[in-house]
């Protein structure tokens, strides 16, 4: 058994898998990450190793727990993957964007696939049908442009995402969720356009906390997988096991 831990900026997702299947699935905050760690290990005492994407902060005596369990592979740029990283500054690119590479990597091995993660950021990561990570692009989410409007402006006011009903809003929070939730989407579906002017039979997938949300509204045929950064990771454990 493996533990994938996938830490995010509010978040902590925890996931056990067994033979390359979830049998078990947390999401948490990152304040209630020490109990579910004795919790876990006592639900699944046959976890052996556990891979740890860490982007939102914790700790280095917070990871160090979980090394009393078992043994603990923490994510980096120096970790081993299976695809050719081409990206210039391979010391800064984001171990989540790592994980999703990786995901795409196995789920498309011989093609070209483009990941979008419609998370806290909406990135952009593109795998070619050589093996090879190329890079891709990083944009505001949806909660960040809301915040965005609020917090550098006097008046508009902090909205959480909702369904826009018509393109033309005809209140201050209904232009202002019109102009979030339609320019997102019109990003997307631009992004994918632009990649597939380049790329033959590109897959798309969509992952992250506003894919199921975001999913629905766009013109694009896509693959939307909430859990793909998980499987991402799962796959670097084991390659990295090697």
Known sequence: MNLIVDVG???VKMAVFENGKIISYRKIPKTDFAKNVKSIFEDYFRIQNAIVSNV???????IAMLCVFCEVHVLSYNSKTPFKNSYATPQTLGVDRIALATAAFYHNPKGNTLVIDAGTCVTYDAINDYGEYLGGAISPGIAMRYRAMHEQTSKLPLLKKKPILDII?????TSMHSGVINGICNEIDGVIDQYRSRFVDLTVILTGGDAQFLSKRLKNTIFAHSKFLLLGLYHLLEYNKR
């Open 169 to 173: 809003g005809n209140t201050t929070e």
């Open 56 to 62: 939102g902060g914790m700790s280095h005596e917070e």
């Open 9 to 11: 900026n509010t978040l």
